[in-house]
């Protein structure tokens, strides 16, 4: 029987986001015949992308029918997978959202994911999420929402409480922290494999392993860390000693959620950088569009760590694909934590739809570290669907990267005035 998956992608204009997918949609078969619909409110940044996915579709033979629309309900009847990267002014409200605490005194490391810029993020992307989430609800209420986005964890949260739509997070952290701990190790990536359990960008690895024959790397990974260069990764190798296990997924997104994650540098995110990256990446995508520069050889081969297309092969073809890591409602997958909580647990993916996999508790002391931000997600959810500045104000007085009270007002009143034309209840 023929293929006619459809599979829309809001805000495909993500350059970063869509490459990825590019990759893993353009360099297998498996779904050949389906729709991909590109949307994006940016209508030059969305025409670029569906060239680019053009010539990425014809170079690997995927035979994926490609359309682009600016409307976003016209693109969703019939969608079985509904993907989303979307952001709002990403980089200037990013920057207030790190500058502004810092400014009032508070010591933290991205402002993205946790602390006060996290909650901030999630006051202005909620509504935005809502109103995507109502329109699938009206039009394809039997999609699966696959969320790209941050704040990753709060965004499954908010639409697991309070819609009917089917969710899932995906985020590659897992896969940043198996490339630190193979630095240690000594070994290749694909030699290693990982399992861990917890929250996005907290997730604490319980078992570590050589691929090819179950060994056990956690007691050579002990051995070697000790001698390591103390300069690498500093702050997660405090955890790892501390706590037994390894934590992901860097020192700067595994500090957001800790008092003391300034001390694995708190220089925020290279926005300069990432900007011209931008610059030199368009340029790159337009030689290729228009032929004047060969296709990367990255480009014709899978992501990295990626897995919205494994998702959708598996629950396409019923293949029971497993996924090492998705954010999903906890519902007793991780004991000791909240059932009302997002977490970040293996996973398997097939036709009856996604499965996650328990490794069981994690040892006590780590619960009680992931029950404190637990509470700080679920307040600041509760904040945002109501558009309520008391809640978020609450919400930054639980949170351990808040150590006064006086900047918690000032910033709340600054961050509320700059984010006020995004935050609006969802309920």
Not at 137 to 143: F, G, Q
């Amino acid at each position: 029987m023929a293929n006619t998956t459809k599979i829309v992608f809001i805000g495909a204009g993500s350059a970063a986001f869509g490459l990825s997918l590019f990759q893993d949609l353009f360099t297998t078969t498996e779904l050949a015949g389906s729709t991909l619909t590109l949307v994006d409110t940016n209508p030059e940044a969305l025409e670029r992308m569906a060239a680019l996915a053009r010539v990425l579709n014809e170079r690997g033979g995927a035979g994926i029918l490609i359309e682009t629309t600016t409307d976003r309900r016209a693109a969703l009847p019939g969608a079985r997978f509904v993907l989303n990267a979307v952001a709002i002014d990403r980089n200037r409200l990013w920057k207030l959202d790190f500058e502004v605490p810092k400014k009032h005194g508070i010591r933290h490391t991205l402002g993205e994911n946790g602390g006060p810029g996290g909650l901030f993020f999630t006051l202005r992307t909620l509504p935005l999420i809502f109103d995507i989430a109502r329109d699938v609800e009206e039009l394809c209420p039997d999609a699966l929402f696959i969320n790209l986005s941050n704040p990753e964890s709060r965004i499954v949260l908010g639409l697991a409480k309070y819609t009917s739509v089917r969710t899932l997070g995906l985020c590659h952290g897992i896969f940043l922290a198996r490339w630190f701990i193979c630095q240690i190790l000594g070994m290749a990536e694909k030699e290693v494999d990982v399992w861990g359990a917890g929250l996005n960008h907290f997730q604490w690895l319980t078992a570590i392993r050589e691929r090819a024959t179950g060994r056990d790397l956690y007691p050579l990974l002990r051995e070697r860390e000790k001698d390591y260069d103390p300069a690498f990764t500093p702050l997660t190798r405090r955890m790892f000693n501390a706590f037994g296990l390894w934590v992901s997924c860097s020192d700067d997104h595994m500090g957001e959620y800790v008092p003391y994650g300034w001390e694995g540098g708190e220089h925020g995110f290279d926005f300069e950088n990432d900007e011209r990256g931008r610059v030199i990446l368009k340029d790159l995508m337009d030689g290729v569009i228009d032929g004047s520069k060969p296709i990367p050889e990255d480009w014709t081969r899978p992501s990295w760590g990626e897995r919205a297309v494994a998702v959708i092969c598996g629950m396409t073809h019923n293949q029971k694909r497993f996924i090492e890591s998705g954010v999903v409602m906890n519902r007793g997958v991780v004991p000791g934590l909240p059932h009302d909580l997002a977490v970040e647990v293996p996973l398997v993916a097939d036709a009856a739809g996604v499965h996650p996999v328990s490794l069981g508790p994690l040892p006590d002391p780590i619960t009680k570290l992931l029950s404190i931000q637990a509470s700080v997600q679920q307040l600041a959810v509760e904040a945002a669907v109501r558009g309520s500045k008391e809640l978020a104000l609450q919400a930054l007085l639980i949170d351990p990267v808040i150590n006064s009270t006086t900047a918690a007002l000032a910033i709340l009143d600054e961050l509320w005035e700059a984010n006020k034309p995004y935050i609006r209840p969802c309920v």
